[in-house]
């Protein structure tokens, strides 16, 4: 192994939004930093579903509405329950523009060419083959024959976390640890977007749908409005999908774009994209590693920071604002006088602090619930049962509590409704 | 010592290309651009010769500023040096226009040998090469697959569908590399960090070249396309047959006999 000729303060492995926000955050201050990223531009190796909270953007990245690339703005938020050929919706929609829609991959070279203008070095097409561990310390990373060197390395590799993994820093990601994300994304042109959702210039719909458009595995299906076309998927939990799973998973989206009640909405469109992607499922608290080494911080999914509530997900912002944390943390134990892991310790009080950890602890339980096969079948049947008496009895209307035992009948049991009723209301 | 100029040019990257119906050119937008892959095999094959013998490699293209991310890839690749040749007045140029401002390129700098890639996928004119040792006057070769140095001259092995021919050259001379016969090295990345912190692309524009309008550009351009005729796209019918494969072939055969499209004995 060849030592370059260059040394850094920081290297930050991973052009996602936690490698650059920290990237960004560091350079920003002055320190000599290396991010390396190993797609071709920032943000071609990760997949996100498609709506990203601007806040905690804001918080690290200067000057963020001013040229982020933002498609949409949802103000429109569209959750339904899916079963045979029938849908129950709910529907909010506002004016309000907390949350928007893009493409990730011109999100993530947005962010790093902040990093650039900063004064960070960012390469592309770099995959880094391990983390160089000397003495129990972090001193860098190793790429094919070369070393780079660096103060203290921050590990934003993703979920597929091969570099801690080859460390031994943490154990090998279990199938039940992650999600699997797919999707398609389905180019339309601006007009059809919003006559078909509704929309006005510049607004978006996130719609969630539960029930059978996963093909029976246990999870969700999703659609976000870009500026010209739709993302359109779905994520399955991958412990009960590997067990389930009956033909490639291309085509569950595809039967998700040709179901009778969505179809029209995708027929005058070209699909663009195909893309999927593993997504954190049991979040920080509960995996058995810690965020820090000497020599070492670890920001982003690798972390497990994603806040997956099954209505709603908060990847993207999340992973960018610990990559900030993981900055500050940097800095802070800068000034304590070195990368030890006692130093950079300060990481986790700060996550501990942020909304973030508030956020991951109060929702611990989410996923148990998720797991719940009931969500995905008899709740949506029933619910659509009941519409159905309501809506579609020629002659006698039933009472709504008289549609609903019908309904009920056969599919669940007064306990168990209880019971998860409850277990939902704990849990989220 | 081996001084060696590589020209590379930077591509849509993708195999269905769309042309605009009403200028008969390549519709450019939105289609992220890579380097010629055949090109590729040149830089490596020039990069195998410095290894062997030691010498620079020079890179140059000409083409909008967004080819620095190809050049920088060839620098990580082990190149010595880039060139972006960049300038409004070089543009619309068709392969005589643009061999001609190469050369011109060329002949600034100290060369031994210069090698091209055999053809690029967005137009398939092979021509470059071939035009850019015409104006240099140089000996050329095609389809180099192997090339090394002997008793100062460069021998190279060109390969045809049916025979292997051996050619001797007295340098300087101008070869190009037989697509698919070289596999192009991955980037090092104290290569790319030298490319980052201490040797950017260089860019050369009209101003240093100081050539003759008529002889670059649009108006050094004599190809004119006299027409262009779009092959009719055929509409897909996107029917799926879901279930049993004996049934699928007996639904298939149905649906193509119904077409007209299989008679069956």
Redesign the interface.
């Known amino acids: 192994m ?1 030592e ?3 040394k850094f303060d920081v290297i930050v492995v991973g052009a996602g939004p936690a490698g650059s926000a920290a990237a960004y955050t560091l350079a920003k201050k002055g320190f000599k930093v ?1 991010l ?1 990223e190993r797609g ?2 920032p943000g071609t190796k990760n997949v996100f579903g498609g709506r990203v909270y601007a806040d905690p953007l804001r918080d690290v990245f200067d000057g963020f509405d001013d040229s982020a690339p933002i498609h949409r703005w949802v103000t429109k938020e569209r959750i339904s329950m899916v079963s045979g050929e029938a849908m129950t919706s709910f529907e909010f929609h506002t004016r309000k523009k907390t949350s928007f829609t893009t493409y990730l991959t011109e999100l993530s070279c947005w962010m790093a060419k902040r990093v650039e203008e900063a004064g960070g ?3 592309t ?2 995959t880094v083959d391990e983390l160089v561990v000397e003495n129990g310390r972090v001193t860098g990373i190793r ?2 024959d ?1 070393k ?1 060197s660096s103060e203290v390395v921050i590990d934003a590799e993703g979920i597929n976390r091969l570099l801690l993994e080859r460390a031994g820093l943490v154990p090998k990601l279990e199938l039940r640890h992650a999600g699997l994300g797919v999707k398609e994304v389905i180019k339309l042109s601006k007009k059809e977007i919003e006559d078909l959702f509704g929309l006005e210039e510049g607004e978006g719909l996130a719609w969630l749908m539960m029930g059978e458009v996963t093909g029976g595995l246990p999870g969700g299906a999703f659609l976000y409005t870009n500026r010209d076309s739709v993302s359109l998927g779905l994520v399955v939990m991958l412990g009960e999908a590997v067990k389930g799973v009956r033909e490639h998973i291309s085509r569950y989206v595809e039967a998700l774009r ?1 179901h009778p009640l969505l179809e029209r909405y995708f027929r005058n469109g070209r699909i663009m994209e195909y893309s999927a992607h593993l997504v954190p499922e049991y979040t920080w608290p509960s995996l058995p590693h810690r965020l820090y080494a000497d020599g070492l911080l670890v920001a982003g999914d690798a972390a497990g920071l994603l806040l997956n509530l099954g209505y709603n997900f908060r990847g993207v912002d999340y992973a960018a604002y610990s990559g900030y944390l993981a900055a500050k943390a940097v800095e802070k134990a800068h000034e304590m006088g070195g990368m030890t892991s006692e130093n950079l310790s300060v990481y986790e009080r700060l996550l501990e602090e942020s909304f973030i950890m508030k956020q991951l602890r109060k929702f611990r339980n989410a996923s148990k619930m998720r797991e719940n096969g009931r969500l995905y079948s008899t709740y949506p049947e029933v619910l659509n049962s009941v519409m159905d008496q309501l809506f579609h009895s020629p002659y006698e209307v039933p009472k709504i509590m008289e549609a609903f035992k019908r309904a009920r009948k056969g599919r669940i049991g007064w306990l168990d409704l209880i019971r998860d009723l409850l277990g939902m209301v704990r849990s989220i | 010592m081996l001084k060696m100029v590589v020209g590379i040019k930077w591509v849509p990257n993708t195999t269905s290309v769309n042309i605009d119906p009403k200028t008969g050119t390549l519709i450019r937008e939105g289609i992220p651009s890579v380097v010629n892959p055949h090109d590729l095999e040149a830089v490596e094959m020039a990069l195998r010769l410095k290894d062997e013998y030691g010498g620079k490699v020079t890179v140059i293209t000409m083409s909008p500023p967004s080819a620095i991310a190809g050049l920088e890839h060839v620098l990580g690749m082990g190149a010595d040096k880039a060139i972006l040749v960049s300038d409004r007045a070089f543009a619309g140029a068709d392969t005589l226009a643009t061999s001609y401002v190469l050369a011109k390129v060329i002949d600034r700098l100290d060369y031994d040998l210069i090698i091209f890639g055999q053809e690029t996928i967005d137009s398939s004119t092979a021509h470059v090469g071939a035009q850019v040792a015409s104006w240099l006057d140089l000996p050329y070769v095609y389809y180099v697959t192997h090339a090394e140095l002997r008793g100062g001259k460069l021998v190279v092995r060109r390969s045809l569908e049916n025979a292997h021919e051996t050619y001797e050259l007295d340098l300087p001379a101008l070869i190009s590399v037989a697509m698919h016969s070289l596999n192009p090295r991955r980037v090092k990345v104290s290569n790319k960090l030298r490319v980052k912190l201490e040797n950017p692309v260089k860019t050369w524009s009209n101003k240093l070249l100081g050539l003759d309008p008529e002889c670059i550009g649009l108006r050094g351009s004599p190809t004119a396309l006299s027409k262009i005729e779009m092959v009719p796209k055929v509409p897909r019918k996107n029917e799926i047959f879901r279930g049993d494969a004996r049934e699928a072939a007996k639904w298939l055969l149905e649906k193509l006999r119904g077409e007209g499209l299989l008679e069956l004995g």
């Open positions: 060849k370059v000729g260059y290396l390396v071709r531009m070095t960012v390469l097409e770099i790429v094919g070369e780079v040709l």
